[in-house]
Every structure is written in structure tokens, then in C-alpha cells.
């Protein structure tokens, strides 16, 4: 149900009292109620600074010559004020400022307020960026949901607002400005821990990787074996696996390629440098064709998309909201929990997950199979430092593509099991300590709206002037 609004009887009496020298005004004292129509095409060359809906998201009005505008226009003057009518909950107030890059005109989806000598246009801004009456204005808006809701000049007229005398007015709007920056900084301040928290963690995990970070627990602890000797165990490993699954056939086994000899940077003592095919099986998702068969799809093994696995930022894959048949589970490539995956195609390449579920994954991600922690979680690590390098990748195609090889030809910088298990303790306390800062700063993100509306509530109180 729309809320509903009486108009006053008689003198106009608000909803509180206010200060002395006060009053209580209707929005309509101040609207405009001459029409100011004008049509920029009939002067294709001339120029204009245009308020439109879109342009008040950067702050400044778009310069354009008559030419380019398509439909006509409300004439308007420095220091008026314009409200507007689409989706009135969000904030957008605008006071007119002159640029002097032509005639100055805005959208018909603007109400406006002209400029007058009975109130200061800051002040009326401000009191129109309100939350109470954005969102009483959008209980009575006329339409159908969001962008098509659309607020009459009717529904604005009789609304109160509190008028400080002209006197103080400016006063009032200089609490507000000085106050409203101090806000703006803050908020900014937060904006900049978020970026440079993002900058810490790549930082923190090159430093991983490159033994930067447990130089100081490297000098004091001589390991007992390094990181070629964890290579020939893990290659050892694997080949006795492979050939206990061949029975009695234990010929035709593959060496995993090492890295190639391309120049290598300089590692720590006791680190090697091993292929991403050496610590792992690497092997390609599919995907049954056609998408959406019911034959394949909606049945109970769970679906790993590259969706999924980008969903968010955690390291481990907990669950997915898609599933395959046993037939889309034969058409696939079905993968046991504990895997590490990696997307290889499309804008969301080179992403790293461990899912703690087996599935089936599809043709956007491969899995790295058959690894033990805690190198696959160093692994894990790893391959986020190499994801913006991936992704630079130009193999011709239409989009980013990582094909299997690519993958398998991955180097990864070894460091000994000891060295391992420290490097990977290590950023993960780290990390916890980042991800409780982001929720700290997750936890203030409606802060600095918050305290605008609050001082404009003590601003039109009387409590600033």
C-alpha cells in the first residue's frame, strides 16, 4: 500500500517544532511551473551541456551540439536544482553549475527547482537527498519496478520541509560541505585499504613462492632433504601407482616432462624447479553436448562449473548448485574431492580451487590429480601468482584458452617438504588476519552513507546552524 500524505490546514504546521526564526514550507513553494521546452535539433551545430539521468553518476553535465540529442530538452539555469524522477530511492540531486560550454539544458526525467532569492540551492539539495523523502517519494512513484518508476511533480508539491532562515542557510550548507568531506575522506581512507589489501596478498604470496618469505626460517633450519630429492619421491610415487594399476603390464611408462631450458630465475638454496605434469596428472573436464539434455543434466552427481569454481575467493570448493545423470557423469570427467582445479578458459582463466566434493567437471577447467598436501595447497598458491600471466597468453583464439599443455608446462619453484609445510602455514595465518581486515571493512561499508543521513538529520534539526 502507498503511503499516504496530508496536506495541512489553514497555516502550515510540521511534524515537530522547529527552532526559532524557522518554518515549515511545501516543496511546491519551490518548484518549477513554467514549461521551458526546447528542441536542440533545430540548432544542429549549436553547443550544450546536458544533464542527463546517465551523466549524473560522473559528476558533470555531457558537452554535445544540438545535432546529437534526439528529443527535446527542459531549459535550465545556474543554481537550479534538479531532482530525479526515475527510481526516486536512488540518491540523485543535482545542482546546476555553468561551465560556460554552452546553453544549459537537462533531461525531461529531471523535476526541477529553479533558482530563487527564498532558498539557498545547497540547502534545498540537501534537503532533497534525505533518505525519509527519497523514500517516501518512491512509496508513491508511479510504474512498474525499478528503472520504470517514475515520480509525478503532484506527489512533490505538499511535502513539508524545515526552512532555517535565508541567513543561516549558508551557514547550515558549510557544516554540511565541511562535514560531508571529512566523510568523503574516510571513505576514500577505506576504499584505499581495500586496494591495498589486494596488493599485500600478491605480494605476500611472490614472496611465498619466491622464498622471500621464510628467508629468516631458512637460516635457522637446515632441512633434511631438498627440493630434488621431494621431486624424485613424488616422481617415484607416481610411477609406482601407475604401475600397480597396470598389473602385470608394467611397461610403457611416460616420464613426465621436466621444465624446459628456457633461462630460469636463480631459486634458493635447496629449491629445484619442477613441471606442473611432475607433481601431478593433469587432465581436461568435458562436457555434454547438448547443454541442458535431460539426459545429462538434473540428476544428483554434483555439476562443477567454471562458475562455481569462481564464485568467490575461497580456497576450497564446498558446493554447487547443478548436477549431472549417471549418462552426463559418463560424458564427463568425474573428479574425487580433495582435487586442486584450475579454470583454462574464458575472462575467469587461471583460477585455482581445491573442491572438498567430487563431481564432474566441465571442458572450462582441468584437474591436477593424484597430489599430496602440502604441495597441492602450495601448488594451489602458486598458480594464483601466475594467473595475470596466463591470462596475457595470445594463442589466437577468440578468448583467453589454456589448453593442456600450457598447463602442464607450468614451472613451479620446489622448495624441500619442510620448507613447504612452513611456506604454506605461513600464508594461510597470514591470510586468516587479511580476511578478518576485509571484514572489518566489509563491516563498515554502509558507515559513510549512514552518517550523511545523520548529518542531515542534526543539519535540518537546527543542530548545525
Not at 23 to 29: F, T
Not at 124 to 130: A, F, S
Not at 256 to 266: H, W
Not at 388 to 396: C, V
Amino acid at each position: 500500500m502507498k503511503a499516504k500524505y496530508v496536506a495541512a490546514a489553514g497555516p502550515v504546521q510540521g511534524p515537530r517544532t522547529l527552532p526559532d526564526g524557522w518554518r515549515w514550507g511545501r516543496l511546491g513553494e519551490f518548484l518549477s511551473i513554467r514549461d521551458r521546452s526546447i528542441n536542440p535539433a533545430d540548432s544542429p551545430s549549436k553547443s550544450f551541456q546536458l544533464y542527463s539521468v546517465p551523466s549524473h553518476a560522473t559528476g558533470y553535465p555531457e558537452q554535445v551540439v544540438g545535432s546529437e540529442i534526439g528529443s527535446a530538452k527542459q531549459s535550465i539555469g545556474h543554481g537550479d536544482v534538479l531532482l530525479c524522477k526515475i527510481n526516486p530511492r536512488i540518491n540523485r540531486v543535482w545542482k546546476v553549475v555553468d561551465h560556460e560550454c554552452g546553453e544549459l539544458i537537462a533531461s525531461t526525467e529531471w523535476i526541477r527547482f529553479p533558482a530563487t532569492a527564498n532558498i539557498e540551492p545547497d540547502y534545498l539539495r540537501y534537503l532533497l537527498m534525505r533518505d525519509g523523502l527519497r523514500n517516501y517519494l518512491a512509496m508513491n512513484a508511479s510504474g512498474v519496478g525499478g528503472s520504470l518508476m517514475r515520480v509525478r511533480p503532484a506527489v512533490i508539491e505538499p511535502i513539508l520541509v524545515p526552512i532555517a532562515p535565508y541567513t543561516h542557510q549558508k551557514r547550515i550548507v558549510a557544516c554540511i560541505d565541511e562535514l560531508f568531506a571529512e566523510i568523503d575522506d574516510g571513505e576514500a581512507a577505506l576504499a584505499r585499504a581495500r586496494t591495498d589489501l589486494t596488493t599485500w596478498r600478491k605480494s605476500l604470496l611472490k614472496a611465498a613462492v619466491t622464498g622471500e618469505l621464510t628467508a629468516d626460517w631458512r637460516a635457522a633450519n637446515a632441512p633434511g632433504e631438498t627440493g630434488g630429492e621431494l621431486l624424485f619421491q613424488i616422481l617415484r610415487k607416481r610411477r609406482t601407482t601407475w604401475e600397480e594399476g597396470q598389473g602385470k603390464r608394467r611397461s610403457g611408462y611416460v616420464e613426465p616432462a621436466p621444465p624446459n631450458n628456457t633461462v630460469q630465475p636463480t631459486l634458493p638454496t635447496g629449491w629445484v624447479w619442477a613441471s606442473v605434469q611432475q607433481l601431478s596428472q593433469v587432465v581436461r573436464g568435458a562436457s555434454p553436448r547438448p547443454a541442458g539434455d535431460p539426459r545429462f543434466f538434473g540428476g544428483t552427481i554434483p555439476w562443477i562449473t567454471v562458475g562455481a569454481l569462481t564464485r568467490n575467493h575461497s580456497k576450497y570448493l564446498t558446493s554447487t548448485n547443478q548436477f549431472v545423470t549417471e549418462l552426463g557423469r559418463d560424458h564427463s570427467r568425474f573428479v574425487p574431492a580433495d582435487t586442486l582445479l584450475f579454470t583454462n578458459s574464458g575472462a575467469t582463466l587461471g583460477v585455482p580451487r581445491i573442491t572438498k566434493i567430487g563431481g564432474c567437471i566441465n571442458d572450462g577447467s582441468v584437474a591436477l590429480l593424484n597430489m599430496d598436501e602440502p604441495v597441492k595447497s602450495y601448488v594451489y598458491y602458486f598458480l594464483q601468482t601466475q594467473t595475470e600471466k596466463l591470462r596475457a597468453l595470445n594463442q589466437g583464439a577468440a578468448q583467453p584458452n589454456l589448453n593442456t599443455t600450457i598447463v602442464k608446462e607450468i614451472r613451479v619453484p620446489l622448495p624441500p617438504i619442510e620448507e613447504v609445510y612452513e611456506i604454506v602455514a605461513n600464508i594461510e595465518r597470514l591470510l586468516d588476519e587479511q580476511d578478518a581486515c576485509e571484514d572489518d571493512i566489509k563491516d563498515l561499508k554502509g558507515a559513510p552513507d549512514s552518517l550523511r543521513q545523520s548529518v542531515l538529520a542534526a543539519a535540518f534539526c537546527g543542530e548545525l546552524s
